[in-house]
């Protein structure tokens, strides 16, 4: 009997430890709670291995029996599962998936389930009729998605299990540094047009090559960033897109292309890939070439860890070589050149 109290009283001091460190997450008035905590051995609890004890990553399947998840979400039932908006949110690190129509009691009721070793971070917010769950990655992942009723299923997957090559695309400047400038022609709007004209490139080819762009829009990520991105994903080739100008930033006749590597890369790939990058901007955009240039003074090239090339288009302080570099036409061939390089060193390199 007294034995049978203390197992009593122990499971009912557990189930009050469960309830309170749920309860601790969740402070009301606070529209943000973090779901996982950190161990000193980095291994990622959530609050679902709360609940599941055997912390089993498989989930049961329905219809298919079986199958292995990492997580599932399960929706209300009069949330439409096209209605739910997921995104992975610049320089790849973490993914928002937006349910319209749910508030806080959503995660109450509905409790993701399953684990993932890569998950470090995790939020739910709830403002104006949606409520956005926010996965923070150890890494960059490519996010799979499995729509099944009511249930989506999550896996997050190496971008090396995903694709044949990878690279990044590094569109320079952003934000409050508009790079160099002749009147309103501002560099970092250049070079951002160009990156974004080759993305369909990559998408309508016949490769199978993943791209990670270091901004899709105006901001201005941190140079180790950028280069930070390369190296974690140890990508096949890291391009660096910028514009030129003269050293005072005064207008002159000076024009071309010119093609940045790093010369203390010993197995020749980032002089071998800056020489692709020039010769087909050479070819397409039918500039003057201003050659090839050791960078490695310039923070991105010295750190980076993967062949790197860092493309000047041409010059803006070149009024003529300006307006050729503003316009939809000679921004496409500049995309397609790069594009046409990327894929030409890969094949070189026998990774397509
Ligand atoms: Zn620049």
């Not at 606070?30 to 291995?49: C, G, I, K, P, R």
Request: hydrophobic share 35%.
């Amino acid at each position: 009997m007294q034995r049978k109290l203390e197992r009593n009283f122990t499971i009912i001091l557990l189930v009050m430890t469960v309830l309170l460190t749920g309860t601790l997450h969740f402070f009301p008035g606070l529209h943000s709670y973090a779901f996982f905590d950190t161990d000193e051995n980095d291994d990622v609890y959530s609050v679902m291995q709360l609940i599941r004890e055997d912390n089993s990553l498989v989930v049961q399947d329905k219809n298919l029996g079986a199958s292995t998840h990492q997580l599932r979400m399960e929706l209300p039932s009069d949330v439409n599962p096209e209605d739910v908006e997921i995104s992975q949110q610049p320089l790849y690190k973490s993914f928002t998936i937006s349910i319209p129509g749910v508030d806080n009691n959503y995660v109450y009721s509905y409790p993701l389930v399953g684990s993932s070793d890569h998950i470090s971070d995790f939020t739910f917010d709830y403002s104006a009729g949606c409520g956005v769950f926010e996965i923070i990655t150890d890494s960059v992942y490519e996010l799979n998605t499995t729509m099944e009723g009511q249930y989506l299923y999550f896996d997050f997957l190496d971008p090396r299990d995903v694709y044949d090559a990878i690279v990044v695309v590094d569109a320079g400047h952003g934000g409050k540094d508009g790079g160099c400038s002749n009147g309103d022609a501002l560099e970092k709007d250049i070079n951002l047009a160009i990156t974004e004209k080759m993305k369909p490139l990559f998408e309508e080819d016949d490769y199978n090559i993943g791209v990670y762009y270091t901004r899709e829009k105006d901001f201005n990520p941190p140079y180790s960033s950028r280069v930070g991105l390369a190296n974690e994903l140890q990508v096949d080739l890291f391009l660096s897109v910028h514009i030129n100008s003269t050293a005072s930033g005064r207008v002159s006749g000076i024009n071309g292309s010119e093609v940045m590597y790093r010369s203390a890369d010993e197995s020749g790939l980032s002089k071998a890939f800056a020489n692709n990058c020039l010769e087909s901007m050479l070819s397409t955009l039918g500039s003057n070439s201003k050659g090839l240039v050791a960078g490695d003074e310039i923070y991105i090239i010295r750190t980076s860890q993967v062949p790197v090339a860092l493309a000047e288009i041409g010059f803006i302080t070149n009024n003529e070589e300006k307006n050729k570099l503003i316009s939809e036409d000679y921004q496409q061939k500049a995309a397609e050149s790069l594009y046409n390089a990327i894929v030409n060193t890969l094949k070189e390199n026998k990774k397509l």
